[in-house]
């Protein structure tokens, strides 16, 4: 490899003359007969970027000796789509249906970091309306929900069991009902906007939410009775991928991994947001620092969110009518949406005044649809717990009415990093139960 | 049970009495024109107006709240590693309830190891760094921004900033003292071409190995999109109309 240039690896083409085998799909003992009759000792396996156990397009490069993998290296980048970049080329407004596809799994809580974050910024966090604080916690803990139902549906799945995995989606299904009634999308929502929510939660969500959450419980529970003391689940999962407090404080670690390790850290108990510190909750740990204790953490997780979810919905039922967006108008929205029976919509009284009525309301209307609102110049940086750890939304303001830079701290990107010290000296098998504890998605890892 | 608006605006810190005292602004730029419209597009009459682009600058003390006391423990764990706190660091800005340490480069290292390692500090977590470019900073124009949180000491945040002209976008590595750095530090040297000198593997993360440029910097050339209609394309975004 040249000195002078900057790849990270050289070219296939120096490594063409050690032996090189495909393998896709088959038996694993035909491949390592193969490789044995090879008399190679250092085996390199390229696990991905397609495999599907690997959520997404991550790339796991791993060195085995037999059965036993003695060296892993995580490759990502698959899936760059440059949203930051892309972000400092639209409104600030506009920014939220950007990161809500960062990763795909949690848009609720990418949303709320870099809304808080704006607010932040325009220094109107406290005049943000409680009722849109609510309906962001509902969604969040919505989110939560879903997002740990598919950590657990898929890392089944992974194990052979499928029935773990259609469970896990068929109570997930549920959470998108109510997200979908809410939001009207399942998923890319854009619905947390600065100084709000983009819509209310009418009575019929409140019903249909109070008539899906003893489902979901239910659901959750025939999970933890398929799951929790299964034979097979613990023989696979039980002191596989062990990550203690040491190795957490030293990589960075946030989330069910951290509190697997014990550790009770949970930014909204640590530095309540949205009201979170209104709410009550506990923060579930365990001290078995396994991918198992991972598992027994989220499943806790999705009860404690259904008791925030049912927390919240009382608070909405109550609040009923009341405003879920910033009175400012120059920040809202000009109008509160409304939703048609296509599902499309704007505000028919809205649309007639402006166009009927008042000339300067359609200055109005236009300036801020198209120009967006101004934010003052400075930093800030605002931290959510996400499904999956610390979601932190570093923004930087030049005055504009776009983001001079939006830069998102993904937990996934740096609980990857922990790939390596869990999987080396395990076996080839409890990579994929490893990785799939940490609960990557790479469209957060690679934005 | 604490207030919620305070809690809100502050992310959890305290509020003290001066928690928003930033002094003479830094000047980054400047903008030009009333509604940000680029050239010959203002047709307001006030094509002419240039408003620079003011940035909080460095606070005088009282700080406010904690973070009196948070630069005190700082300054005497710089003096005992044998770092004068003058050398390191240039400036501090309150601004919005949060705290930010400018750091000359060179003492990066030993103002992350106080951080880390002094008892009354205990920044356990660096939430990685955030490169940011400011073109019209001359000297300065390459930003490293360093998040941190101390569990123990509750849940507090502080951010360190770090600075680098163009011509030598060199920083030191904190990757020994905060592993979870090493991917956080190769993606703003991918995407900002910031050299962490000491770092175990300074490769690209998130482009190409062989990807020429640093995408996320100001002066990166976007690349329009041709579309084949009547002879015309799609202008790169930022050469399209726009008010910013």
Redesign the interface.
Known sequence: MAAD?????GAAEEYLDSPTLHVSGGDWDDLVDEATSLHEERIVVNMGPQHPSTHGVLRLILELDGETVTETRAG??YL?T?I???ME?RTWVQGVTFCTRMDYLTPMFQEAAYC?AIE??L?I??Q?P?RA?DIRVLMMELTRISSHLVCLGTGGMEMGATTVMTVGFRERERVFRIIEEVTGLRMNNAFIRPGGVAQDVSQRAIDLIREMVPEIRRGIRELELLVNENPIVKGRMVDVGILDLTGC??????GPVLRSAG?P?D?RK??????Y??YDFEVITRESMDAYGRLRVRLDEMYQSLRIVEQATDRLEASLGQPIMVADKKIAWPAQLSVGTDGMGNSLDHIREIMGTSMESLIHHFKIV??GFRVP???????VESAKG?L?C?L?S?????P??A?F?DPS??N??ATAIMCEGSQVADVIVAVASIDPVMGGV?? | MTDLTQAQSTGGNPVGEALDTPGEPIVIGERRGMFGATAGQDTSGYGGLVVPIAFPGASARPYGGWFDAFVDTLAAGLEAEGTAYGDAVQMVVVDRGEITVHVAREHLPVVARVLRDEPALRFEICAGVSGVHYPGLSGQELHAVYPFLSITNGSKRIRVEVSAPDADPHIPSIVAIYPANTWHERETWDMFGIIFDGHPALTRILMPDDWPGHPQRKDYPLGGIPVEYKGATVPPADERRAFN
């Open positions: 240039t900057t790849h990270a690896t990502i980048g760059h440059g930051e970049k892309n080329f808080l932040k910024l220094g966090t406290d943000i409680q604080s404080m030293a990589l960075g670690i946030t550790l850290h930014l640590a530095t309540p947001y949205c009201g510190e209104t198209t120009e110049p400075g930093q800030v940086y605002v931290a610390e932190g570093h930087v030049d005055g504009g009415t776009r001079y830079r830069h701290r990107f740096n990857l990093q690679d934005r």
